[in-house]
């Protein structure tokens, strides 16, 4: 939590010490599979998002939703979030299309777990047809 402190605040360089502090607590007392150690991985890349740094960002990211697909059910929330994650940073990566692919995936999740008319799936509907836009504007 204090990470996410931190990191509201913009101090993304104590935020990244304090996630990568819990991670290696959690990796020491927690089996390697465990959904709180996939937290810590989506919490790290998030910092590095923020700080630009989408290499960082993917690969931390990835780790954490090939921990949740293993634990967690395949229409879990926690997952549609994750592929919403990465879709963001894609995006900032101006890879639209792998972003879209994967808020695509988040939509289908979110669709069959939350509901058509669920604000997160509402709002993954809105930003798919803005990407959906940025594919027609670069196949001009």
């Known amino acids: 939590n ?3 402190v ?3 605040q913009g101090n993304y360089t104590s935020a990244l010490e304090y996630f990568q502090k819990a991670l290696t607590i959690r990796k020491k007392v927690l089996p ?3 959904p709180d150690i996939a937290t810590s991985y989506n919490n790290i890349g998030l910092v590095y998002a923020s700080q630009g740094n989408y290499t960082a960002a993917l690969k931390n990211l990835q780790k954490s939703l090939a921990i ?3 634990v967690l059910p395949e229409s879990h929330p ?3 979030q994750s592929y919403s994650n990465i879709a963001i940073v894609l995006y900032r990566k101006n890879d639209y299309k792998n972003a879209y692919d994967y808020l ?3 939509c289908e999740i979110t669709k069959k777990s939350l509901g058509e008319k669920h604000p997160t799936t509402q709002q993954y ?3 798919l047809k803005i990407l959906e836009q940025k594919l027609k504007e670069n196949k001009k």
């Open 125 to 127: 509907l809105k930003v």
């Open 32 to 34: 390697e599979n465990h």
């Open 104 to 106: 695509k995936k988040a």
């Open 2 to 4: 204090i990470g996410r």
């Open 68 to 70: 949740q697909k293993k």
């Open 6 to 8: 931190y990191s509201y």
């Open 78 to 80: 926690e997952i549609a």
